[in-house]
């Protein structure tokens, strides 16, 4: 028989290994209900490790593993692990509204028209020479002009509706480069 080494000695790791082994498919079949979302759905995830806001369609979970495809040019797959990402929204599609974007045009065109009837009637002169432009009714004219162009380009712009997705509470155990690591994530 060994001498220094107890039945507890070589009893207590073997338990804690066993009792990680039972635990891991718990924490991959909780993780796999992590994100109530469908695949192909359009979200919105923020993360401790990315710079900017992703915006991509969830494609699948892998274990503690979420994998989005990138909407924008570059089209990458991106993984995340579920404990980095501190908030995630779902589209909801267009906004129906466009409102804003209408009177900022108006705005703009407006301005930008009276302007413009201003230099016109200024710098042009009539067949008549003893008439002139009215200053006054050429930019009422040009504003009218540049308010309506600018209102028809605001009425086709569209802003996107995004609703949050809450993320359960989770604590996992993963393996990494030093060793086994833990990892703690919290929704309130």
Do not use: C
């Not at 002169?125 to 004219?141: E, L, M, V």
């Amino acid at each position: 028989m060994m001498r220094g080494i107890t039945r507890w000695g070589l009893l207590a790791p073997t338990i804690g290994l066993l009792g990680l082994a039972a635990a891991a498919p718990l924490s991959d079949a909780a993780a796999q209900q992590a994100i109530p979302i469908a695949p192909g759905t359009r979200v919105r995830v923020r993360a401790a490790n990315l710079v900017a806001p992703l915006v991509a369609n969830f494609l699948q979970m892998r274990g503690d593993t979420a994998v989005f495809i990138e909407d924008a040019a570059g089209r990458g797959v991106w993984s995340l692990h579920v404990s980095d990402i501190t908030k995630l929204e779902r589209s909801d599609g267009e906004q129906k509204s466009n409102r804003p974007y209408i009177v900022r045009g108006v705005a703009i065109g407006g301005g930008a028209g009276a302007v413009g009837g201003l230099l016109i009637a200024s710098s042009l002169k009539p067949s008549d020479s003893g008439k002139k432009f009215s200053r006054g009714a050429s930019a009422i004219a040009g504003a009218a002009v540049g308010g309506v162009i600018g209102g028809i380009v605001g009425s086709r712009f569209g802003a996107e509706r995004w609703t949050n997705v809450s993320l359960p509470r989770r604590v996992s155990v993963l393996p990494d480069s030093r060793g086994l690591g833990l990892r703690v994530g919290f929704d309130f």
